[in-house]
């Protein structure tokens, strides 16, 4: 195994300068850093992760959480590009990541914070899971660093989309294009992402002056296409029909679509739909579905950027709630109305 002193022999220079260079400290020359570096990679060396936690008291181990309810682990398109996102982030700052099980995942009956401390993690985020459980309670209350993503609790960091907004540009959209008959089939309500979308879509509602009558408002868990389907079905056999249908995500906007070409109907010509997020599956719909893209890119960063500084610099980072604007995708499933 190679060394420090190794690395010092070749590069005729001391052992802490050998450190000082691995380490990233800024009172060497930089043209000597570099060298020791590329010494470094070329002889094969790696730090001994052992003695590095001992010496930082970190793992440079970050867990992740993120349990959704469909159980669609790392198939969910959206969470799945923000954790990519998260993932190459935190390794560019030399971090690992690893995921977190609790109880009902293990054998061993490890809670989530036991598992955390039991594999030495600097830090967690968390992201789709159920925000109420008491597993995950006691994980935000501990005094481990933590940043949720689309949640908010009061004394923890958090990266969230503006639903609020979206969802406003959204409605303003649909609107201006002559729907008044519009419905909501939105996602859990225990969800703040729920919570948000649902109150913005009613308050622009109101600002328009459109009448939701309550039957145009309903709720499918996200993600579920067959409950998704049948309340579709539901909703364009009402005597009264909607003109357009929002759906929770694009995902479960695929249960939507199937229902209208069940009964015959054509979108837009007979109805108008849109969904939310901007997964990539749906660009090779047609016509290509009216949707909110999310920045998953920027949302994965930031839930990066506030965790390592959470871990490296405690005492000057704030705790704060940080918010990601997505942007209108106009596509073709809503029509003009004359």
């Known amino acids: ?40 990679k070329e002889m094969g060396y790696f730090p001994n992760s052992s003695a590095r936690t001992l010496k930082t008291r970190r793992s440079n181990n970050l867990g992740v959480l993120f349990i959704d309810e469909a159980h669609s682990g790392l198939t969910h398109d959206y969470f799945a590009k923000v954790l990519e996102s998260f993932k190459v982030a935190v390794e ?20 989530y914070l036991d598992h955390c401390r039991h594999r030495g993690l600097d830090g967690v985020v968390i992201a789709c899971i159920n925000y109420d459980e008491a597993e995950v309670l006691e994980l935000i209350q501990s005094n481990l660093p933590v940043v949720t993503i689309d949640h908010l609790y009061n004394d923890r960091s958090a ?39 649902l109150s913005s879509f009613h308050k622009t509602a109101n600002e328009l002056g459109i009448d939701v009558p309550d039957e145009y408002i309903r709720e499918a868990p996200y993600r579920d296409t067959i409950t998704t389907e049948k309340i579709t079905i539901e909703l364009i056999s ?40 901007g997964i990539y599956v749906t660009r090779f719909i047609y016509p290509q579905l009216t949707t909110i893209n999310q920045d998953t890119q920027k949302l994965g960063q ?25 942007e209108l995708e106009k596509g073709g499933t809503v029509g003009v109305i004359n």
């Open 159 to 197: 990266i969230i989309s503006d639903n609020i907004r979206g969802m406003n540009e959204l409605v303003k959209y649909i609107y201006e294009c002559g729907h008044r008959k519009i419905a909501y089939i939105h996602g859990a309500e225990s969800s703040t992402v729920t919570r948000n979308r």
């Open 238 to 277: 009402l005597p009264n029909p909607p003109t357009c249908i929002l759906f929770s995500d694009d995902f479960a906007s695929l249960g939507g679509i199937n229902a209208i070409k069940s009964r015959g109907l054509v979108i837009p010509r007979d109805i108008s739909i849109a969904g939310y997020d």
């Open 92 to 111: 560019k700052e030399g971090y690992d990541i690893t995921f977190i099980s609790g109880s009902k995942q293990r054998k061993d009956k490890m809670s």
């Open 1 to 40: 195994m190679v060394s420090m002193k190794d690395i010092s022999a070749v590069c005729g220079v001391s052992i802490a300068t050998v450190s000082k260079a691995l380490n990233g400290h800024k009172d060497i020359g930089e043209e000597t850093s570099e060298m020791v570096r590329k010494v470094a």
């Open 302 to 326: 930031l839930a990066a950027e506030k965790l390592i500084d959470l871990i490296e610099r405690p005492k000057t980072t704030l705790i704060e709630h940080l918010v990601v604007p997505g």
